[in-house]
């Protein structure tokens, strides 16, 4: 499935698995290392990423459900 996803700026047009989750896709597709799943379940919240404004755990979102909305990694989760 075609996406587009801005992240940090740049644009990535993108044809990924439907599937696949947003912090998989950034990872490998879009060069962010930041980016890091550690629980795979949403607890830890080392994957947070910025989706539209708000503050998400991108290893429970697929990386279709932000297709051409604004991606950030600069996310602090408190």
């Not at 075609?2 to 696949?20: A, E, I, N, S, Y």
Request: glycine letters at 12%; proline letters at 3%.
């Amino acid at each position: 499935m075609r996406v587009k996803l801005t992240v940090d700026g740049t644009c990535h047009d993108l044809d990924v698995d439907p599937r696949r989750t947003l912090a998989d896709v950034l990872g490998t597709e879009c060069g962010i290392a930041g980016c890091r799943v550690a629980c795979s379940d949403g607890t830890c919240g080392n994957c947070a990423v910025t989706v539209d404004g708000d503050a998400i755990r991108s290893c429970l979102m697929l990386a279709v459900q932000a297709d051409g909305l604004p991606v950030s990694s600069r996310c602090a989760v408190g």
